[in-house]
Every structure is written in structure tokens, then in C-alpha cells.
């Protein structure tokens, strides 16, 4: 069984910054053999995609959040990270990490609030 934990979230002021970390563990799941997604989900809104790391190390990144976010991954650790500054209140969402075989993390809240 493979779980993926997010960690990082929490509240921060508009202008601000948070890093969330996604650890992948089990049955032998190496990140760097699939891609590795960031997703996020506002309250009554869908779930959009907001990053992408490839196996191959291509990033690509959802429109509202290009310049402003960036995701990495540390293959020793079997982490994925996304780096997110100058946060506005609309980036306020509970934020998920997903693997490219179907595997979701709990998600973990970030709300951007003075």
C-alpha cells in the first residue's frame, strides 16, 4: 500500500509564504518513476490541478499560480515539495498531493488571511 502524507499548511498573511512537503511511502514507490501532482480544492469550487512534476523532470503549472509557485522533489526522500509565495487569499484551499498511479494524500488546509 502506498500513502502520501502533506505536511506545511497552515495560515500565513497575504504577501507570505508556505512550503508543503508530500512523503511518499510503500511497496517500494519510487517518486521519480512517476509523475507527481499538486492539486487544491476550494470549499463549493472543483478540484484543479495547480503542479506537475514528470519522471522525467518536466514542471508544469496551473495558470494562477505560474511565477508564483514551484515544485520539486528530493528522490532520497521520496518527498515532493511545493514552494508557494506571494500567496493572495484566493489560493486558500485544502491542497493535494497525487501520484501518477491514482494514489491521493488527505490534503491539508492553507488559508491566506490577514
Known amino acids: 500500500q502506498v500513502q502520501l502524507v502533506e505536511s506545511g499548511g497552515g495560515l500565513v498573511e497575504p504577501g507570505g509564504s508556505l512550503r508543503l512537503s508530500c512523503v511518499v511511502s510503500?511497496?517500494?514507490?519510487?517518486?521519480?518513476?512517476?509523475?507527481m501532482d499538486w492539486y487544491r480544492q476550494a470549499p463549493g469550487k472543483q478540484r484543479d490541478l495547480v503542479a506537475t512534476i514528470s519522471s522525467t523532470n518536466n514542471l508544469s503549472y496551473g495558470s494562477s499560480v505560474r511565477g508564483r509557485f514551484f515544485i520539486s522533489r528530493d528522490s532520497a526522500k521520496n518527498t515532493v515539495y511545493l514552494e508557494m509565495n506571494a500567496l493572495k487569499p484566493e489560493d486558500t484551499a485544502v491542497y493535494y498531493c497525487h501520484s501518477g498511479r491514482g494514489y491521493w494524500g488527505q490534503g491539508i488546509q492553507v488559508t491566506v488571511s490577514s
Open positions: 510503500g511497496e517500494r514507490f519510487s517518486i521519480d518513476t512517476y509523475s
